[in-house]
């Protein structure tokens, strides 16, 4: 039977049913016997999910809920909330994982039987995979009322482990409340751990000291006899991040709720690895009550220097040999307050690499983060060098389009060779390892911009030679565009039919963005069009499901007066439509896009659909117009367009290209790699 505690809101509704949820509101104004709000607020109302679910099955709105649908509802409306929703569900799941059966036996009953006879069995798995003393754990077996609850919750999960996993359903569950609650956890994405965890190597013993949802434990490759280590001062964070990790790996987990800097839970602990995303910028952190703690033993932190306590507190876990990767802001590597402590960290070989990631790599993403590769030392180096690299121009254009894949291959080649020798080769506007005597100045001075002389952008006289060539031939296309003149007499005045006229009978769809989207999903927006960029926008957490373009779509913006219509191609699908756009999706047996697309950017086509306002145009799509043409002549007239649009782009390329030769020229002729012959 479903737990009448268990609510839903309107949204939650719609997704239920398969519809927008202004259908929702729609049913509880029609429908007298819809059911009554249990919760929530006066605009945003929560449904008894018992309820709501029978007056759709009864209204023949709701053949079948989809599994994964009703799970979710059921964990995001708990009565005592998703995070303990998912403390349970990750529990019970840890039991499907280890012991199939014995959860058969006991989900055989009742709701009442399962609860009372639950807490027994899960501790037989709990205590053997987070250690025996239960006030130094995070995840502990929760008890029979407590567990009452949710037992169609556990239930449903079970059922969505049959098909997708345990481990599988748990990150589904996980991944789901964390789109939802964006605001509330700052998260590590998966290209950056992999990448941390890369840098770190194998570790048979590793500690994330703020762990957060595990992300960083979870990239290291698995080994049978490894022992992991976390501790969060959220102890929901502390917990959930044991339950993935022990559904992740047969490792030993522990992981603790407590503030790391004040209330250390492994101070005797020497691992291997350390990895490391602290919270930045924080007043405090302690450093009142820690003045004489034995961790700073590369000199005590500023109050304003939080971020080289956690880098110094990672050093005092590490075995000697042992690596640590923290994610740093980029202002640690310069400010004055801390150039003591840089200082002496380069001076006794602590600090072996600063690694400048590109703008967008994590949050906060407007800023370019650093990550510190740092060994504990056996003994000081005779010549110690430091590597400094700096990958911020393989940034892709647009928010969207960082490419983890060239970053992680820049990072590496520069990073290993460096680990095995303690020297490595330059590469210009890259990566240098610099002499650690070059950097002890007054300023101590780790950015690793200011000591990478960067490339001339031609890359001297050579590839300079080779972008004018390319700009050359960009330019050259212009005499494969010659217009070819329609014969002598031939009528250029076809039928038309508007864009509404072809909604209405089928040849096409028409759909218009901004709703809202997942914080994973990118966003095209009316200036990725207009520029023909990739997807670079954000758009908020909506209720409802966002509108996202597939290949073949035509794209055009709705404000500023501009004759525009773009094609979706395979790169830009599957992103979310951004606001102040539309998009028409043709039929292929009855539209073809690129004749379509180009129609709509007619300039007297769009002067007769669009309406103005005190300080902007707006383009009423729907009485845009396109000729009665059959498909074999749209086809022609497509082909014709498509070539157009690739001209635009070899254009933009071209503006590029030229002021790519520009930069070169003048960085060649103030370097000395020009001649100014």
Request: with cysteine.
């Amino acid at each position: 039977m479903q737990d009448n505690g268990t609510e839903v809101t309107a949204a939650g509704i719609a997704r239920l049913a398969g519809v927008g949820r202004a259908a929702v509101s729609n049913w509880r104004r029609r429908h007298a016997d819809f059911p009554k709000p249990v919760g929530g607020t006066e605009t945003s109302p929560s449904f008894a999910l018992a309820e709501v679910e029978e007056w759709l099955r009864d209204q023949g709105k709701l053949a079948e809920i989809p599994l994964r649908e009703r799970v979710w509802q059921q964990l995001a409306g708990h009565p005592e909330g998703p995070v303990t929703a998912l403390m349970h569900a990750g529990c019970a799941l840890l039991l499907i994982h280890d012991r199939p059966t014995v959860w058969l036996e006991l989900s055989a009953g009742s709701d009442e039987r399962l609860a009372a006879l639950l807490p027994t069995a899960l501790d037989q798995v709990i205590t053997p995979r987070f250690g025996v003393v239960a006030r130094d754990r995070a995840v502990n077996t929760p008890t029979g009322p407590e567990l009452l609850p949710s037992a169609p919750l556990l239930r449903g999960a079970a059922e969505l482990a049959a098909g997708l996993g345990a481990r599988q359903t748990y990150e589904f569950l996980l991944g789901r409340h964390l789109d939802a609650s964006p605001r509330q956890y700052t998260l590590t994405p998966g290209d950056l751990a992999a990448l941390m965890a890369d840098l770190a190597g194998p570790a048979r013993t590793a500690l994330d000291p703020a762990c957060g949802t595990g992300a960083l434990l979870r990239a290291l490759a698995p080994r049978p006899d490894q022992e992991l280590y976390g501790q969060d001062s959220a102890p929901e964070l502390a917990a959930l991040a044991g339950l993935r990790l022990a559904l992740h790996t047969k490792a030993a987990v522990r992981t603790a709720a407590r503030d790391t800097l004040r209330a250390d839970a492994y101070e005797t602990l020497r691992a291997d690895a350390v990895l490391c995303h602290p919270p930045f910028n924080e007043r405090n952190w302690g450093h009142d009550e820690l003045a004489y703690d034995a961790r700073w033993e590369y000199g005590f932190p500023a109050r304003t220097e939080s971020e080289l306590a956690w880098v110094q507190h990672a050093l005092a876990r590490l075995k000697e040999g042992g690596t640590a990767v923290v994610l740093m802001p980029p202002a640690a590597a310069s400010r004055r307050s801390g150039r003591r402590i840089r200082a002496d960290l380069l001076r006794r070989g602590a600090l072996r690499a600063v690694i400048a990631l590109p703008v967008g790599a994590a949050p906060p993403y407007n800023i370019p983060l650093h990550l510190w590769v740092l060994r504990r030392p056996d003994k000081p180096p005779a010549q110690p060098e430091v590597l400094l690299a700096d990958t911020g121009a393989l940034a892709a254009d647009g928010r969207g389009g960082l490419d983890w894949e060239a970053v992680r291959g820049a990072v590496l080649d520069a990073w290993r060779p460096f680990e095995r020798t303690g020297t490595a080769e330059e590469r210009p506007g890259l990566s240098r390892s610099v002499p650690v005597i070059e950097l002890l100045d007054d300023d101590v001075d780790l950015a690793p911009a200011r000591h990478l002389p960067p490339p001339a952008e031609g890359g001297g006289t050579e590839q300079l030679e080779a972008v004018r060539e390319h700009f050359g031939e960009t330019l050259r296309l212009t005499a494969d565009l010659t217009p070819v003149a329609a014969d002598e007499g031939r009528s250029s005045r076809w039928p038309l039919i508007t864009v509404g006229e072809l909604a209405r009978g089928g040849a096409l769809m028409m759909r218009t963005g901004g709703i809202g989207a997942p914080a994973r999903v990118p966003v095209l927006t009316d200036h990725d069009v207009l520029a023909g960029t990739a997807p670079s926008g954000t758009l908020p957490e909506g209720d409802e499901e966002p509108v996202l373009v597939a290949a073949g779509d035509v794209v055009v913006p709705v404000i500023g007066g501009g004759s525009i219509a773009r094609v979706v191609d395979d790169a830009t699908a599957g992103a979310a439509l951004g606001r102040n756009l539309a998009v028409l999706r043709p039929d292929p047996t009855a539209l073809d896009p690129w004749f379509l697309a180009g129609f709509l950017r007619g300039t007297a086509n769009n002067r007769q659909a669009s309406s103005y306002a005190s300080t902007a145009t707006r383009l009423d799509v729907r009485r845009l117009q396109v000729p009665r043409l059959p498909l074999d002549q749209q086809r022609r007239y497509g082909e014709r367009f498509r070539a157009l649009a690739e001209f635009e782009d070899a254009l933009r390329r071209a503006g590029r290209l030229g002021e790519q030769l520009l930069r070169g020229m003048y960085d060649g002729l103030t370097d000395g790699t020009v001649a100014p012959g």
